[in-house]
């Protein structure tokens, strides 16, 4: 008798799509995947309802991959639904692991974000200056709209999370390592992230060249400097945020010389990406005048949007009002 094959699904909250694209990207691997587990609900790529998972049974799915940070009352009815009926639930991307960048919104209120929407945009033309409402009448009946929230929140700050695949968007490697150790016999430990526990700059391919002392007298943006392609980042004064990052991306943004943005989140031992850091790139200004010191930091351009860019809703701030 053939054992039936354990059950796995993704779905997509808010989040640009890449995520999706990362499990395309695991190409000819997707076939040990098929192989191993049956994808019952997939709706970007494959034609699935929401009426498909409310009828199985809870927990009958193995594991959920949900990409994307949560906005709206859909979302979270839909976080809710999918981890009621999986065993795993796995936060997967930078978006649903930390808030990613659609978390950068909560330097912003919900009220200026809808003004600027869908008032002042230089492309909106709305001269009855009509705002969605949740209840919609028309002749067809009535439609009930999404409730866009105060804030964007992680998935673990809206349902319990078994896993963490980190990653803008995570590696295929990691999207193919981490859905075959979930069908494995021995899952990791719960709340595991499912990558390497070290920094960044213990994989990057220019960790050789990395000074013992880097001082520095300002620092550059990519466009500005001619970028070495041999040399650390750090050491050219570019904001480069593999120290407080955690590793397993394989430093393709720092092997198409690029710095390091922190997607990945980071690692173990740390509570705080944005203060860790800060802490670093602040230990490289040469000065100890005050004033110069705020000349050299005038040259980080936004500082927080920076330090805090893929992790802002779980991070100590959490918003602009840091409730």
Request: glycine share 8%.
């Amino acid at each position: 008798m053939t054992r039936e094959k354990p059950k796995i699904a993704f779905y997509w909250c808010a989040s640009c799509g890449g995520c999706e694209e990362a499990v395309v990207d695991v190409a000819e691997q997707i076939l040990d995947v098929v192989a191993a587990a049956d994808i019952v609900f997939w709706p970007v790529a494959l034609d699935f309802k929401r009426s498909d998972v409310e009828q199985m049974p809870d927990g009958s799915i193995l594991a959920t991959f949900l990409n994307g940070a949560i906005r709206t009352s859909e979302q979270e009815e839909m976080a809710g639904l999918l981890r009621r009926k999986s065993k795993y639930l796995v936060a997967f991307g930078s978006c649903s692991h930390l808030g990613g960048i659609p978390g950068l919104a909560n330097f912003f209120t919900r009220e200026s974000i809808l003004q600027a929407v869908y008032f002042d945009a230089p492309t909106t033309e709305n001269p009855d200056r009509v705002m969605p409402g949740l209840p919609l009448n028309d002749r067809h009946g009535e439609l009930t709209l999404p409730y866009f929230s105060d804030r964007v929140r992680s998935l673990d700050q809206v349902v319990e999370v078994d896993y963490y695949v980190p990653g803008c968007p995570p590696q295929p490697k990691i999207v193919t390592r981490a859905v075959l150790t979930l069908l494995g016999e021995h899952p990791p430990t719960k709340g595991s992230v499912l990558a390497p526990d070290e920094a960044l700059c213990t994989e990057c391919p220019r960790k050789d060249s990395k000074p013992d002392k880097i001082a520095l007298k300002a620092f550059r943006r990519p466009q500005e400097i001619q970028i070495d392609e041999t040399q650390c980042l750090l050491a050219q004064g570019l904001l480069c945020l593999g120290p407080a990052t955690r590793a397993g991306c394989e430093a393709r943004c720092v092997e198409g010389n690029m710095p390091c943005t922190g997607c990945c989140g980071a690692p173990g031992r740390v509570r705080e990406q944005g203060a860790k850091a800060l802490s670093a790139i602040a230990s490289l200004i040469d000065s100890q005048d005050e004033s110069e010191i705020d000349q050299i930091l005038a040259t980080i351009p936004d500082p927080a949007g920076t330090f805090y860019r893929y992790s802002l809703p779980a991070s100590l701030i959490h918003n602009k009002r840091g409730v």
